[in-house]
């Protein structure tokens, strides 16, 4: 998922063309009134804050409901808390080892995907929240502009191999910028009593990684393939099962029926993603901003953002989805987290997702989502493959 990092010089170029635009149609007032139809457990709302690490607060905050659910866990109170920068910080590492490795030639920023959080807990574990907050730069809340900036000059300076032969210590120097902003991980810890390592922590999780499966569905790969979707933040190459657009909704309802929850990402560039918590699939211009990364989206706190409105969707078809992502009007912005379904009070089908910015927007960072911009700006999605109908996985050759 994107982070833009945009230049005086650029931000008021923009503002310059935005002026010179006509403005897109406004969303017309009204009222909402969503009644839940199924929700599953989530934990407590996270905010990334000045950070493009939505790929794991979403990640991490699916895998948390994951080990709520394969614990039986009840009470709120014994809720998991991984830490996302132990997360974040593992695979700057993995990330810069492989800029190296392609002479540069490899997306390095902050943004990444879901299949990265699963490598990086595959092989290095988990951490609680309170273990590690990776903030050793003087903020409460993630702010990683300066971090970004400084391990990018870093790897570019090793990259241009002055020496015309890599030294063995390149990657510790990175270590040693990763502890001077995040701080040393530490090689055990306490949760609840119990003294774990990394490893041992992921394990108490009752977590099987392996049973994790991403899903998209465009039609420019075969169907029931798999395929590293197009984008630069999938840096790992994390593959997709592609599944036509029925199907792929299918395995959300399915899922979210089921008792489980799913990791989404996508687009939210558009107007109908609103700072008030909706995300509907009007036919208006997006809009972009910089600053934190939920003004990156939707705007700042000061502007007038699209209110509710009960307005007449685009109908998504297999079509004009690919048509979205082969023109770049869907782009990888956001990882979020789908808990749930609703209705509004005409029936329309909503999904309930946990966003990553704080107890913002009027339902205290949870948006409702519509089925159609669900089915026409998700990217993709990774679900448990239990919650997988069985007709599905049949025709995928899986078990």
Same mark, same amino acid.
Request: glycine share 8%.
């Given at each position: ?61 699916? =895998? ?51 299949? @990265? ?43 241009? !191999? ?11 120097? =990175? ?33 099987? =990684? ?76 997006? #809009?972009?901003?910089?600053?934190? @990364? ?7 706190? @000061? ?16 079509? !004009? ?16 987290? =789908?808990?749930?379904?609703?209705? @509004?009070?005409?029936? !329309? ?5 946990? !966003? ?29 493959? #239990? ?7 049949? #025709?995928?050759?899986?078990?």
């Amino acid at each position: 998922m994107k982070k833009y990092i945009v230049s005086a010089a650029l931000a008021a170029l923009a503002i310059l063309n935005a002026s010179a635009q006509r403005p897109a149609a406004p969303v017309k007032p009204a009222d909402y009134q969503f009644t839940v139809v199924k929700e599953n457990p989530i934990t407590s709302i996270k905010n990334q804050y000045r950070s493009g690490t939505c790929w794991c607060f979403s990640t991490l905050s699916f =895998l948390e409901s994951e080990a709520i659910k394969a614990k039986g866990i009840k009470d709120p109170a014994l809720y998991p808390d991984f830490s996302e920068m132990f997360v974040v910080r593992k695979a700057y590492a993995d990330r810069a080892q492989k800029f190296v490795r392609l002479n540069g030639k490899l997306n390095f920023a902050a943004g990444s995907d879901f299949g @990265d959080v699963l490598d990086v807990a595959k092989a290095y574990g988990l951490v609680d929240q309170k273990a590690y907050s990776g903030l050793q730069y003087g903020y409460d809340l993630p702010v990683q502009g300066e971090l970004d900036a400084v391990l990018k000059g870093y790897v570019d300076a090793v990259v241009k !191999n002055p020496n015309r032969k890599l030294t063995p210590v390149w990657a510790k120097g =990175l270590d040693g910028i990763l502890d001077a902003y995040m701080g040393q991980v530490p090689e055990t810890f306490t949760v609840n009593g119990a003294t774990y390592t990394p490893e041992s922590y992921r394990d108490a999780q009752g977590l099987n =990684l392996d049973d994790y499966i991403s899903f998209t569905s465009f039609t420019h790969h075969p169907f029931y393939t798999t395929f590293a979707i197009e984008v630069e933040d999938n840096w790992r190459w994390t593959p997709s099962w592609n599944v036509p657009l029925d199907e792929f909704m299918a395995i959300i309802d399915n899922a979210i029926n089921n008792g489980y929850t799913v990791a989404w990402g996508g687009d939210v560039s558009e107007a109908g993603f609103t700072r008030n918590g909706l995300a509907i699939l009007v036919d208006t211009e997006a #809009k972009a901003t910089s600053g934190s @990364d939920q003004e990156r989206w939707v705007g700042k706190a @000061d502007e007038k953002p699209a209110e509710k409105a009960a307005v007449k969707e685009i109908e998504v078809n297999q079509e !004009n989805r690919q048509l979205w992502f082969d023109e770049k009007t869907s782009t990888d912005d956001h990882g979020m987290h =789908l808990y749930g379904i609703a209705k @509004d009070q005409n029936g !329309n089908k909503f999904y309930l997702i946990k !966003n990553s910015w704080g107890e913002s927007g009027e339902y205290k960072g949870i948006w409702y989502m519509s089925e159609q911009f669900c089915k026409g700006k998700a990217l993709n999605i990774l679900v448990n493959k #239990k919650a997988v109908p069985k007709e599905i996985l049949k #025709k995928l050759g899986l078990k």
